[in-house]
């Protein structure tokens, strides 16, 4: 599947790629209301099922380690995606559809418009939003789960979530501590254990 | 030298923001505010309460914006890049270390091992997500748009973007 995302990127003149990218996180970026991550399940419908340009688990490693990094998420996905597509043009055009529609909506509109937010229309429809991006983000969850269970089995992967919750919502552990902690576990793991168990 | 102010104003929040642009904006504004004095509280809040009617993230809204209105289009550029740049360097270059592993076992078992971890902050902003609609427009109009957009997209296979723009339009009509 990999192999054959490739063949088709291959394929494609350079500014198609290019097309695509920037069309893919235009898309993902324009209808992201609500904050940086309601934008997560958009781009995984681009980058995963639509352009194939990542397997699932790609996603979800760059998902886990994105949010393990400090700055705006969105900004990141764009710019490591393009950059795995297609280099340094590929990171500007897919960044550059992300940050510029934005702003040059906030640039035009702000110096006329400061009042707009109090309309009753742009409040419905920031209400309206909301559990949409929740049943998408609940859709994105569902998958990693079963993409785990696939690697790790229901019980040991219910048990690695509870772990995770308690440590992350309960004691507050930071995501980052988290994932940088199961990163020396690996580490330090013996290689062998690892390999027999796979 | 106005264009490195502005880095700075932004890297620092940039680099700080743990948890997303979301997490930043307050670092934005005692720098933005606080420190350089460019913006009143007052027009503070008023450009981030407008760009959070606006789709996209918060963070580059905020930094293009200011950017913008204190030293023009470069300025905007330069916010940009201190806002974008660091944590974007940071990631390719640990997903580059990452992929050059890729075959190795521990790499693989490091891919099993993140999932649950994913599954929860996933999870978790999901749960965030709904609590948030719950409070802002009350469970029923939530479960109903919930509900539809669910089967749309699932059943229907509907691209999620124009459950959005729906959703949107019912918004702008129905409710608020």
Redesign the interface.
């Known amino acids: 599947m990999t192999q054959g995302s490739k063949k088709r990127t291959a394929q494609k003149s350079a500014f198609a790629v290019h097309r695509d990218l920037f069309v893919a996180f235009f ?16 781009i995984e ?1 681009e980058v995963v099922k639509r352009y194939q340009w990542m397997t699932l ?1 790609e996603f ?8 393990a ?8 996905l764009a ?2 995606v393009g ?1 795995k597509v297609k280099g340094f043009t590929g ?1 500007f055009a897919a ?1 550059s559809a ?2 510029l ?3 040059v ?3 035009a ?2 110096g006329v ?2 009042r ?2 109090d ?23 569902w998958k ?2 079963k ?2 269970k696939k ?2 089995g229901w019980t040991i ?1 219910l048990i ?2 509870g ?3 308690v440590l ?2 309960v004691l507050h552990v ?3 501590i ?2 940088a902690l ?2 020396l ?3 330090i ?1 013996p ?1 062998k254990k ?2 027999d168990s ?1 | 030298m106005i264009f490195w102010q502005l880095f700075l104003a932004f890297f620092i929040p940039g680099i700080l923001g743990y948890g997303g642009g979301p997490a930043s904006i307050p670092l934005i504004e005692n720098e933005v505010v606080g420190h350089y004095h460019w913006m009143t509280v007052t027009e503070f809040s008023n450009v981030l309460a407008f760009g959070n009617t606006l789709p996209g993230p918060i963070a580059t809204k905020m930094a293009g914006y200011i950017g913008y209105e204190i030293a023009g289009v470069f300025g905007s550029l330069v916010a940009e890049f201190a806002t974008v740049a660091p944590s974007l360097i940071l990631l390719i270059a640990l997903l580059r270390i990452l992929a050059r592993f890729k075959d190795s076992p521990k790499v693989n078992w490091l891919t099993l091992l993140i999932r649950p971890i994913i599954v929860v902050m996933l999870g978790m902003m999901a749960y965030n997500f709904f609590a948030a609609s719950a409070q802002a427009s009350g469970w029923l109009p939530m479960i109903l748009i919930a509900a539809v957009s669910f089967v749309l997209m699932e059943r229907f296979r509907v691209h999620p973007a124009f459950v959005i723009a729906g959703a949107l339009l019912i918004g702008a009509a129905f409710m608020g």
């Open positions: 898309r993902s970026g324009i209808v992201s209301f609500g904050g940086g991550p309601s934008g997560i399940p958009l419908a688990e979800g490693d760059l998902v886990a380690l994105a949010n990094l400090p700055g705006p998420i969105n900004t990141k710019g490591y950059w990171l960044l992300v940050i529609p934005t702003v909506l906030m640039i509109l702000l418009l400061v707009f937010n309309q009753r229309w742009v409040r419905g429809m920031t209400q309206a939003v909301l559990p949409v991006v929740g049943v998408l983000m609940a859709q994105l969850t990693f789960m993409n785990a690697g790790l992967s690695l979530v772990i995770s919750f992350m919502e930071h995501p980052a988290l994932i199961t990163l576990i690996v580490l793991k290689s690892a390999g796979k």
